[in-house]
């Protein structure tokens, strides 16, 4: 990896300065949720939305469950922040057990909806660990996802990528040749899976320049606040775990208040180190959970709009 000079002299005001206070806060940030289950999850999900809002996020999305299994509340979720808050509101749309008619016509009342930001999907078998299989009738991946989307109106689309390349694709460079083609149909930046070291992302960054590939990669960042959660999920999407990740999580199993202090520790780490490296777009998988996103935000400069805007005046 080569390092600009104004990169060098930004990891050497990194390790100058004291910790995280000056960070100019010149970033991007966007924030994922999941549809609630209960009406506890739904109070846990809009305090979370009304924590997070203020720091002015590019956009929020909202995933969709394997086969559509989340279709109604994932509507209802990305329709309610799209009605009732400023923030431009993003739905995960998928391929799986699904016709390209049907896919359409939620795609569609999106659009009514005043949605206009989809993050287009393959998606996962509503098996877990089966093989993947287009429906007969559907899309048969996303970058045919992208196509027929943009025949339906002009959305902002969201892709994603894999650093550690995706479990199905024969080999990097298959992958990167897939993330191209998202690209071409009309997709506008990348979304990566989470990943636990940067140089895993400097790496993926270097080989996507060497594809001829110019659009904007965001990071993925998921803050790691359940070690054997994260481990089981790692190893279904190709993700690398460290052995120094299992050693420093190792003893906090009942302790949950540490696990958090420990998971907020990292992830800000991992930002810290990718922003010195160039980065200044991340994308924040919050679990729902609002504390640990906005404290790495809030070490990273970023501030609420209103505080801004009133200590500029």
């Known amino acids: 990896m080569s390092f600009s000079i104004n990169q ?33 999850m739904e109070a846990t999900l809009w305090d979370s939305v009304a924590t997070l809002s203020p720091l002015g996020p590019r956009f929020v999305s909202v995933t969709y469950g394997a086969g559509g299994s989340t279709r109604e509340r994932t509507h209802a979720t990305v329709a309610r922040i ?5 923030i431009p ?13 049907e896919i359409d016509q939620v ?3 999106y659009w009514a909806a005043g949605v206009r930001h989809i993050v287009a999907l393959r998606g996962d078998p ?5 093989r993947y299989q287009a429906h007969p009738g559907g ?10 989307l943009k025949r339906l109106h002009p959305f902002e689309i969201s892709v994603s990528a894999y650093p550690e390349c995706h479990p199905d694709s024969a080999n990097a460079a298959a992958d990167l040749d897939n993330l191209k083609r998202k690209l071409d149909a009309g997709a506008s930046r990348a ?13 993926y960054r270097d080989q996507v320049a060497a594809a001829g590939i110019d659009a904007e990669i965001v990071p993925g960042i998921m803050p790691v606040t359940n070690f054997a959660a994260v481990k089981r999920m790692s190893a279904m999407c190709g993700t690398a775990v460290p052995d120094w990740m299992e050693r420093l ?13 420990v998971a907020a520790t990292l992830a800000a780490e991992l930002c810290r180190k990718l922003y010195a490296g160039g980065v200044k777009t991340f994308h924040f998988y919050t679990l729902n959970r609002a504390e640990l996103s906005f404290a790495i935000c809030h070490m990273l400069g970023v501030r609420a709009k209103a505080a801004a805007q009133a200590e500029a005046a």
């Open 82 to 86: 799209a009605r009732e808050t400023d």
């Open 107 to 109: 795609a569609q009342e």
């Open 139 to 148: 899309y048969e991946n996303a970058a045919a996802l992208v196509a027929g």
């Open 249 to 261: 999580f190792a003893g906090l199993e009942d302790h949950a208040e540490a696990r958090q202090l």
């Open 8 to 40: 060098l002299e930004e990891a050497r005001r990194a390790l100058d300065a004291p910790l995280y206070a000056d960070v100019a806060g010149d970033i991007a940030v966007s924030f994922e949720f999941f549809p609630p289950k209960t009406e506890k």
């Open 126 to 130: 509503p098996v877990a660990g089966a």
């Open 89 to 101: 509101a993003a739905a995960h749309l998928t391929c799986v057990e699904a016709t390209r008619e």
């Open 191 to 203: 979304i990566t899976q989470f990943f636990h070291q940067p140089d895993t992302f400097f790496r």
